[in-house]
């Protein structure tokens, strides 16, 4: 069999992208409702008010998610549905929404995995500084205690943070996500130190008061670099690239996962920054530094890397004609190998994929279908490449398909189409996608179904080995 006996085959989501406003069960707004009320920062105009209208509509969602094979579920909680202020006040109709849902998925023979933070932050707390604020850490372990309070006697599953490198990067940098704001390294630099406070916190928080055994990680972005060929030297080019912090680029794995993983930053990420550094004080890293039971991966490409002439990693240009999704990003099925071999060499801890997927051009055909053959074709790919990760004696735990429906995608609004579920935002009609009855038999079979049969592969490593003789670009 080639995947482990309890491996979980799942699908995931994010609070704001799916559920529709807290504000519609008496929950205070997020950074992305006040984000989305700016012109022109959403691609098409929309915004999560009413998404996928999944806090309506959530027993219906969890009975497609059965339909799809999904045994498991990640989804995001909603800070500001269940403390609209982000302390103090719970709000009790919008952390029930969250019972009835956990007690849905169980009856459906489901299992929760919840993530305490997927972007959407308390409006109020974003006026009081946000995670600019020092207090943020505490305000989330207070946060998180109410969440463990009501829901850990049915949850065992936790992540704290999805993907900082967006949140704090996107949200603080470059402006593009919310709160939209466009900062220096040393603003950016502590907004991130507190974030990794909070993750730190949060575990504590998790470990203490949790009324069954608790699983816990975090979740990342999987930055992931591939060897263009076979040669050793590119191998160990790669290895190094992927755990290099870039000069000035907060899209990196070492940053984000060092002080969490090894109680410390990385050493040349001290000086990628112009000068900038995180505000540590005492015991800051010894917060940071918890125990963690697993490594979410968050994974869709990668970037070839070959040894330079100097010696040190370079880039080549993807090859010409690579396949391409919606969202533009390359078609590198060899990312799913690559990124947990390396991460779980490097850190040793059991690796779950968090979130793989793509963006394709969906839409309900005459038959009343949706033929999202691609879809299908990029998942094989990526899933052979993990496959044979596991073969290769990676520990890899799980893995959540991004996404269950189409949702409300961020900066690009409905434009990209992740789900196995085909959405109509103006009617609000699911449609099981082909992909769905795909990763049906995907998660009955364990992963036996992932075979070359009727599968042409891409010569992808001999396109990547031409590229050693062409001069970077």
Not at 429 to 451: V, Y
């Amino acid at each position: 069999m080639p995947f482990r006996d309890d491996f979980r085959w799942g699908t995931a989501t994010a609070s704001y992208q799916i559920e529709g406003t807290p504000t519609r069960q008496g929950g205070g707004e997020s950074v992305w409702d006040m984000f989305c009320r700016r012109p022109g920062a959403i691609k098409d105009g929309s915004s999560g008010v009413i998404a996928c209208d999944h806090a309506e509509r959530y027993r219906q969602d969890v009975a497609l998610m059965r339909d799809c094979g999904a045994g498991a579920y990640r989804f995001s909680l909603s800070w500001p549905r269940i403390l609209p202020e982000g302390t103090g006040r719970i709000n009790e109709s919008g952390l029930g929404f969250y019972d009835r849902l956990v007690d849905e998925l169980l009856a459906a023979g489901i299992e929760p995995w919840a993530t305490l933070f997927h972007w959407d932050l308390p409006l109020a707390l974003h006026y009081r500084g946000g995670w600019l604020n020092r207090d943020s850490f505490e305000w989330f372990a207070e946060y998180t205690a109410v969440v463990m309070e009501r829901l850990s006697d049915r949850v065992s599953h936790w992540m704290t943070l999805n993907e900082p490198q967006c949140f704090i990067g996107l949200g603080h940098r470059t402006g593009v996500h919310a709160p939209g704001m466009k900062l220096g390294w040393e603003e950016i630099l502590r907004a991130g130190h507190h974030a990794m406070l909070a993750h730190g916190r949060a575990v504590q928080v998790i470990r203490a008061q949790t009324k069954t055994p608790a699983t816990v990680g975090y979740a990342p972005v999987g930055v992931v670099k591939i060897p263009a060929s076979s040669r050793p030297e590119d191998l160990e080019a790669a290895r190094t690239a992927m755990f290099t912090v870039p000069q000035g680029n907060f899209w990196n794995n070492t940053w984000w996962l060092e002080p969490v993983l090894r109680g410390h930053y990385p050493e040349d990420g001290m000086d990628a920054f112009e000068g900038a550094r995180p505000p540590v004080l005492p015991g800051d890293l010894e917060i940071m530094n918890q125990p963690l039971d697993f490594l979410g991966a968050n994974i869709y490409n990668g970037q070839p890397v070959r040894r330079g002439p100097d010696g040190r990693p370079e880039e080549p240009r993807q090859p010409h004609g690579i396949g391409r999704t919606v969202y533009d990003w390359p078609v590198t099925p060899e990312a799913l190998y690559w990124g947990p071999r390396f991460f779980f060499e490097r850190y040793g801890l059991p690796i779950v994929i968090t979130e793989n997927g793509v963006s394709t051009s969906d839409w309900v055909g005459l038959d009343g279908k949706v033929h999202d053959a691609a879809r299908t074709d990029l998942l094989h790919r990526y899933l052979l490449e993990l496959k044979k990760a596991v073969d290769d004696g990676v520990d890899v735990r799980g893995y959540f398909h991004w996404s269950l429906m189409d949702n409300f995608e961020w900066h690009e609004g409905g434009h990209q189409r992740f789900g196995l579920v085909h959405v109509d935002f103006a009617t609000q009609q699911r449609t099981l996608k082909d992909s769905a009855a795909w990763f049906r038999e995907l998660s009955r079979s364990n992963g036996e179904s992932l075979t070359l049969e009727n599968l042409e592969m891409p010569e992808k490593l001999e396109a990547l080995e031409r590229l050693v003789t062409e001069p970077a670009r």
